[in-house]
């Protein structure tokens, strides 16, 4: 079965400072990637999504990710956080990629707390 | 831009009660999800529907059961409710299948 891990529980980065996410998946092909980010008591919100192509991949809010094969990575990115960027972010998995109407499979999260 | 729309957004119940939690994706998705997120931990997929049939099944408890009408919204019913239920309850929506979804709001069912 697929799975998806998120490293870090916890991460603390300073306004203004760079940021990077991890995420690694478990899977024998290619799937379908995603980042999610979702505030305290709030649905999720949709980042950005990798399905082929060109491996660097640029979402909303200034996010980025790079999608490498060879690592099994997703890792997430941004050049400059706003205290605003505080929130949960989830890594997510479709794994069969084909024709189905399937359920995301999610890393269990990474709280990002902004310091001022 | 439209949404998905779940409602109710809050819910409490006892437990053995019944619940019904209602799901409108956004216009011109036919693709609806159902994941649970209990207290700390990540989204869980329950059950899709692709043109109103069944499509993919997760971890859903045979005590719940879900559909999708021909309006394409989508109905999660609970049954013999328990504590461990309590739950934020997330519906998304996509167009087609194997594309990105997008999520509601969630309903918050609280079981006492």
């Known amino acids: 079965a697929q799975s998806v891990t998120q490293p870090d529980i916890h991460i603390t980065v300073s306004e203004g400072a760079s940021l990077e996410l991890r995420c690694n998946y478990s899977y024998g092909a290619t799937p379908y990637l995603f980042w999610y980010v979702q505030s305290p008591g709030q649905g999720l919100q949709l980042l950005l999504k990798y399905f082929s192509g060109d491996t660097l991949v640029q979402g909303i809010k200034g996010f980025e990710a790079e999608f490498k094969r060879s690592q099994s990575s997703f890792n997430l990115r941004k050049p400059s956080v706003h205290w605003s960027d505080a929130a949960e972010y989830f890594c997510?998995?479709?794994?069969?990629?084909?024709?189905?109407?399937?359920?995301?499979?999610f890393g269990k999260g990474t709280h990002l707390i902004i310091q001022p | 831009a439209a949404g998905v729309i779940q409602s109710p957004r809050h819910l409490i119940k006892e437990k053995r009660e019944t619940a019904t939690l209602k799901c409108y994706p956004i216009?011109?998705?036919?693709?609806v999800y159902w994941y649970q997120q209990g207290p700390g931990q990540d989204p869980q997929f329950l059950i899709s529907?692709?043109?109103?049939?069944?499509?993919d099944k997760g971890s859903i408890p045979d005590r719940f059961s879900a559909q999708q009408f021909s309006d394409y919204h989508s109905e999660l019913n609970m049954s013999s409710l328990e504590l461990g239920d309590s739950a934020l309850y997330f519906c998304?929506?996509?167009?087609?299948?194997?594309?990105?979804?997008?999520f509601g709001p969630g309903t918050r069912l609280t079981v006492t």
């Open positions: 529907f692709y043109e109103k049939m069944q499509s």
């Open positions: 216009p011109r998705h036919d693709t």
């Open positions: 997510a998995v479709d794994a069969d990629s084909g024709g189905g109407a399937d359920g995301l499979t």
């Open positions: 998304a929506s996509s167009l087609g299948r194997g594309v990105e979804q997008y």
